[in-house]
């Protein structure tokens, strides 16, 4: 129950962080928040501090990312390629896909 405690917490202050918009806001689709998309990994990055906008933003300056997920517990962004990977629930686990190719 105190994980399920902790990610809550730590969910509502990555939200908060996230209510300033991405510089490419307008060719992303929505945070997907507690959604995972494994597989179709193009590059793993090491963020330099806890922000899921951060990691939309390292998808929408490379053509060939078609989504991304988050990993806030190790600060770890994951860009995607084709095919888009399908979302599986995932508490621990931010996500987005790009809607402009």
Do not use: H
């Not at 939200?15 to 959604?35: Q, T």
């Not at 060939?64 to 990977?85: D, E, H, I, R």
């Not at 686990?93 to 790009?98: D, F, N």
Request: with cysteine; aromatic share 8%.
């Amino acid at each position: 129950m105190k994980t399920r405690a902790f990610y809550a917490i730590l969910f509502a202050a990555l939200g908060a962080c996230a209510m300033a918009s991405s510089v490419y806001a307008g060719d992303m689709g929505p945070i997907e928040w507690g959604i995972d998309r494994p597989g179709s990994d193009l590059k793993v990055i090491n963020l330099p501090r806890i922000d899921p906008t951060l990691c939309q933003d390292q998808c929408a300056i490379v053509p060939q990312c078609l989504a991304w997920s988050y990993v806030p517990t190790n600060n770890q962004c994951f860009t995607k390629g084709n095919p888009v990977p399908n979302p599986v629930s995932n508490p621990r686990v931010i996500s987005g896909v790009k809607t402009v190719p």
